[in-house]
């Protein structure tokens, strides 16, 4: 895991919702009888427009939907999903259990670290890539897989990844 | 049209575009709320499911047509209907596809669910990594809008019933239930303590049901033809059909759908082409990581949720998992158990620490310095979380040890005795077998 195991108590800026976002915030929080059943879609849309969810973000969305920061803070760190740091262009998240590990995923992500010398949970110096291990993506049927940002990439092998990231830039 | 890839679900899952409204009613889709809504009595449509049989495809195979009458009749509060479309167990990719290609499906199944017990909100809970598929369910969900599918006066029948998707953000503990309706009030995703049960106070404490993709997609079809025609397939106990998913080296690894009750192993060399060359099946997982192994021996094991309770394991969501002969049984047993214990909520101790002990367990094994007793040390900490954890989590962790253990003990012996695998300890099976 790579989520800060305390809450930044460094005052953040504060931030707003460009226009389009808050469109996005009106509408999930229409979907709900209550603020707090937003707090994920409205998560969501923060690390949409700005890839992670940085402290300031965090205090925008405990504003939008009513919570006290280190309720959103607590939330936020319970899924994996959210990056409490920022990320690279493309983050990579090679499936690690076990039918894509039978199928290779571990040889696959020695490949990955070796190529772009750096670890799980770690970016590329020129911030192109984020290299992590996750575990089941449910594409187990064309493993070994990994997600790219949010596509899905199967049946991989050395070559292919090789060429997947020669595109992306 | 394409060949059918099954008798149900599959029959035209490939039909192209099929997730447009357009193609989906040519092929028949959105009739039955037209003949079911203001014409038939909900409790009608209830008795209809509850005669075919249906049973829960997520995992547990809970009557669905019993879990509808358990809601209150009359309730003060709101009743609401949540689609399980988490499908975050190991194995299982079938509701993805289901979604990917026939969103309407889904959306006519819901409808017309929420008509049998009075909801008028309806929840389709994703996994975050599913975020493509939200985006196709919400284009579907404004088609099915602007068609009079949806909306607070469905096909002007005075019954309303509003659809949202609602995407989660990666943690495997929200396809438990009630894990899953915390989650989507806006808290951590942590299990809550049955009874009360979701049918009488699930979100935001209102009568509330819970069905899997899959099972829902089944409603329209049984309305449509009737509780009798769709016995036609599987057994007396466990009717209709099942998509199984399976992964590992086979030849032709995917999506099937089959009548219950076929013999696991015609699936894996008819259907899925055998083994890929030169690699023997050691094992097989049928019904997702949660569930025991099935060794090579008894694979004649029907796919229905009796035939393999009786075989000691149980259908779960259908993810099979193939183990080739190559791979070491307790390296795979560490790998699926290493998941549990990332996925633990941390709610409970027995599965919080039980399953970080057992991972301890199996390194040291694998490691080459385990020791004799770290074999019943291992099964006598899965014993005391099974049964003893909050939620399934925890015995979901315990039993593929035990069944491991139990088939394959001379392998975990042989770590003990030889501090090395039995097999050469190759995993990557794709480095020779992709030719």
């Known amino acids: 895991m790579s989520m800060p195991l305390t809450m930044p108590v460094e005052a953040a800026p504060d931030l707003a919702w460009p226009a389009k976002r808050l469109a996005e915030v009106n509408e999930a929080l229409s979907h709900y009888p209550n603020k707090r059943s937003a707090v994920l879609p409205v998560l969501w849309v923060a690390q949409r427009e700005w890839g992670w969810v940085s402290p300031a973000a965090l205090k925008l969305v405990a504003r939008t939907v009513d919570l006290p920061e280190p309720e959103v803070f607590g939330i936020a760190t319970f899924y994996t999903m959210f990056n409490l740091k920022p990320v690279g262009r493309h983050h990579l998240q090679v499936c690690m259990t076990l039918s894509c590990s039978i199928m290779g995923s571990d040889r696959l992500f020695k490949h990955l670290e070796a190529k772009l010398g750096i670890g799980h949970g770690e970016t590329t110096a020129d911030g192109r890539f984020t290299l992590r291990r996750v575990e089941c993506l449910a594409a187990c049927g064309g493993g070994p897989c990994m997600q790219v940002n949010f596509d899905y990439h199967e049946n991989l092998d050395e070559a292919k990844v090789d060429a997947l990231l020669e595109k992306l830039k | 049209m394409s060949t059918p890839r099954g008798p149900l679900l599959f029959a035209d899952i490939d039909t192209p575009n099929l997730v447009s409204i357009d193609t989906y009613r040519r092929g028949g889709g959105y009739q039955v709320p037209g003949d079911v809504l203001g014409k038939k009595q909900p409790d009608e449509v209830i008795e209809i499911v509850k005669a075919s049989g249906l049973r829960g495809r997520g995992g547990a195979g809970f009557p669905t047509g019993m879990k509808w009458g358990f809601v209150p009749k009359q309730s003060p509060k709101p009743k609401y209907l949540v689609c399980n479309a988490d499908e975050s167990e190991p194995g299982t990719f079938k509701d993805r596809e289901?979604?990917?290609?026939?969103?309407?499906?889904?959306?006519?199944?819901?409808?017309?669910?929420?008509?049998?017990?009075?909801?008028?909100?309806?929840?389709?809970?994703?996994?975050?990594?599913?975020?493509?598929?939200?985006?196709?369910?919400?284009?579907?969900?404004?088609?099915?809008?602007?068609?009079?599918?949806?909306?607070?006066?469905?096909?002007?029948?005075?019954?309303?019933?509003?659809?949202?998707?609602?995407?989660?953000?990666?943690?495997?503990?929200?396809?438990?239930?009630?894990?899953?309706?915390?989650?989507?009030?806006?808290?951590?995703?942590?299990?809550?303590?049955?009874?009360?049960?979701?049918?009488?106070?699930?979100?935001?404490?209102?009568?509330?049901?819970?069905?899997?993709?899959?099972?829902?997609?089944?409603?329209?079809?049984?309305?449509?033809?009737?509780?009798?025609?769709?016995?036609?397939?599987?057994?007396?106990?466990?009717?209709?059909?099942?998509?199984?998913?399976?992964?590992?080296?086979?030849?032709?690894?995917?999506?099937?759908?089959?009548?219950?009750?076929?013999?696991?192993?015609?699936?894996?060399?008819?259907?899925?082409?055998?083994?890929?060359?030169?690699?023997?099946?050691?094992?097989?997982?049928?019904?997702?990581?949660?569930?025991?192994?099935?060794?090579?021996?008894?694979?004649?094991?029907?796919?229905?949720?009796?035939?393999?309770?009786?075989?000691?394991?149980?259908?779960?969501?259908?993810?099979?998992?193939?183990?080739?002969?190559?791979?070491?049984?307790?390296?795979?047993?560490?790998?699926?158990?290493?998941?549990?214990?990332?996925?633990?909520?941390?709610?409970?101790?027995?599965?919080?620490?039980?399953t970080y002990w057992m991972s301890e367990v199996f390194e040291r094994l694998e490691a080459g310095h385990g020791r004799e007793k770290d074999i019943d040390l291992l099964y006598d900490v899965s014993d005391n979380i099974l049964g003893k954890s909050f939620c399934a989590l925890g015995d979901a962790a315990a039993m593929p040890v035990m069944g491991a253990i139990k088939h394959f003990r001379e392998e975990f012996e042989h770590h003990v005795t030889h501090k090395r695998c039995l097999v050469n300890r190759r995993r990557g099976a794709f480095e020779e077998a992709t030719a």
């Open chain 2, 98 to 354: 289901l979604m990917e290609k026939n969103p309407h499906l889904l959306i006519e199944g819901m409808l017309l669910s929420a008509y049998a017990f009075g909801a008028h909100t309806g929840y389709i809970y994703l996994r975050g990594e599913f975020e493509y598929i939200q985006r196709i369910l919400d284009r579907a969900i404004d088609e099915a809008r602007a068609a009079g599918f949806l909306g607070d006066d469905v096909l002007k029948t005075g019954f309303g019933f509003q659809l949202y998707t609602h995407l989660g953000a990666g943690a495997y503990i929200c396809g438990e239930e009630t894990a899953l309706l915390s989650s989507l009030e806006g808290y951590r995703g942590q299990p809550r303590l049955k009874p009360p049960f979701p049918a009488v106070e699930g979100l935001y404490s209102c009568p509330t049901v819970v069905n899997n993709t899959e099972t829902l997609m089944n409603v329209p079809h049984i309305l449509k033809h009737g509780a009798q025609w769709f016995r036609q397939w599987g057994t007396e106990k466990s009717p209709g059909t099942k998509i199984l998913s399976v992964s590992g080296p086979v030849k032709r690894p995917g999506n099937y759908e089959v009548s219950m009750g076929l013999p696991l192993s015609k699936l894996l060399n008819e259907q899925c082409g055998g083994m890929r060359d030169g690699m023997k099946v050691k094992a097989v997982i049928p019904g997702g990581s949660s569930v025991p192994l099935l060794p090579a021996s008894m694979l004649d094991t029907g796919l229905d949720f009796e035939s393999m309770v009786a075989a000691g394991t149980l259908l779960g969501s259908g993810g099979v998992i193939v183990i080739d002969d190559q791979t070491c049984i307790v390296d795979a047993l560490w790998n699926i158990t290493r998941f549990y214990e990332h996925e633990s909520c941390g709610k409970c101790t027995p599965c919080r620490e039980g």
